[in-house]
């Protein structure tokens, strides 16, 4: 339902592809969604499974074909009529034969031929998605308070790593997820998971059993969106300030067009106009700064998650490579160092166990004029 091609009404409601294959014009999410409402059938979007003998009759109707037509080409196009093995027999429906002639099942074969080549077929993060997607397709609530409305807008929106990353900055999501019309631009903030937000700030290596009294999420609650020239910011906590004043003066001083601003925590994405694979801009602790791409927008299905409590709903998070300690070469990191001698490279990576082992005596005391870190790994939260 995002886009499908060019209106030829000339309403900016319904999006048009501004680049074609790439991103649609801009458009009123809400209104989108109002437009869909008044086109449709109630029982297009409606949850209640239709029984058979109305599906037939609607189909018929609307293929123009008479009763015994469609009983007839219910036998013909049934399971039964194109089963290619004994009845008694209950083939494994994911092999596939061994010299298929349909291509659809030559390119499975290949892939299925591919797949048993490697030495690894399944990781553990993959085994994670397959079950995310068992337990969430089609899923009803207990309460009916927590079902997701009829006529409810779902949104897909990819989120990138930041720009400091060194490795697939801009073609490849961090995390995709699900979220509804009804939900704030806050609550998208909130789901998204960054390493930066974890960064513990401080030096410890005078003290390394003292945790630390927060987090930089904690300390620095600033953010902002920008979509479509508004800055939506973060004002929810008496800790947050207005960052993006910053590149609004900055492009008033350039006679850049002018924008305008509003609170993230007011503003639904039903309220949000946007351009369907458009980049926008996710900015926090400063200088953090992520892509947020919008996919697609339509109208919940029956077969959607229709539980409200687990939207937004994360649908795919990137496997990120694990930082081993320089020394164990075993144990992720957990502090980083500087000004050390008993270190190999300058900044380096320990474990705690290494780390504690070569900087401290049996009493706990610091050995030399180090300085100590604490590291988070953005790969240990895959």
Same mark, same amino acid.
């Given at each position: 339902?995002?886009? !499908?091609?060019? =209106?030829? #009404?000339?309403?900016?409601?319904? %999006?048009?592809? $501004?680049?074609? &294959? ?52 219910? !036998?013909?196009? =049934?399971? #039964?009529?194109?089963?290619?093995? %004994?009845?008694? $027999?209950?083939? &494994? ?290």
């Amino acid at each position: 339902m995002a886009a !499908s091609g060019p =209106s030829t #009404d000339g309403s900016t409601n319904i %999006p048009d592809y $501004e680049y074609a &294959d790439v991103n649609t014009t801009a458009f009123h999410i809400g209104s989108f969604r109002n437009e869909w409402l008044s086109r449709l059938k109630a029982e297009d979007f409606s949850y209640q499974q239709e029984d058979d003998d109305a599906f037939d009759a609607n189909f018929a109707k609307e293929m123009g074909v008479a009763a015994e037509t469609m009983t007839e080409l219910k !036998s013909i196009c =049934s399971l #039964d009529s194109l089963r290619c093995h %004994p009845e008694d $027999e209950q083939p &494994d429906t994911e092999v596939v034969p061994p010299d298929p002639t349909l291509k659809t099942l030559v390119q499975r074969k290949k892939k299925q031929d591919y797949r048993a080549s490697l030495k690894v077929t399944k990781n553990r993060h993959d085994l994670y998605a397959d079950e995310l997607e068992r337990l969430t397709v089609g899923r009803r609530p207990e309460e009916v308070a927590d079902l997701v409305p009829e006529g409810e807008v779902i949104l897909t929106i990819n989120v990138y790593y930041p720009a400091i990353f060194e490795k697939f900055n801009y073609i490849r999501p961090h995390m995709t997820l699900l979220m509804t019309g009804s939900h704030s631009l806050a609550e998208l903030r909130d789901a998204i998971c960054c390493v930066s937000d974890l960064q513990v700030c401080g030096e410890f290596s005078n003290t390394p059993d003292i945790a630390p009294d927060f987090i930089s999420k904690d300390h620095y609650k600033s953010a902002f969106f920008f979509f479509e020239g508004v800055f939506y910011n973060d004002m929810r906590f008496q800790e947050c300030q207005d960052i993006s004043m910053t590149v609004i003066e900055w492009a008033k001083a350039r006679n850049f067009p002018p924008h305008s601003q509003a609170k993230m925590e007011d503003t639904r994405f039903v309220d949000l106009k946007i351009k369907v694979g458009f980049p926008y801009l996710y900015c926090h602790q400063g200088d953090c700064e992520h892509l947020v791409i919008i996919t697609d927008v339509r109208l919940a299905h029956r077969n959607d998650c229709l539980d409200k409590k687990l939207y937004p709903l994360l649908t795919h998070k990137h496997r990120v490579t694990t930082q081993k300690c320089a020394v164990c070469h075993v144990f992720i990191g957990r502090w980083f160092t500087t000004n050390d001698q008993f270190a190999p490279s300058e900044p380096c990576l320990f474990c705690d166990k290494c780390f504690r082992m070569l900087h401290y005596d049996s009493e706990g005391s610091k050995l030399g004029d180090f300085l100590a870190y604490p590291y988070v790994d953005r790969g240990a939260f895959n």
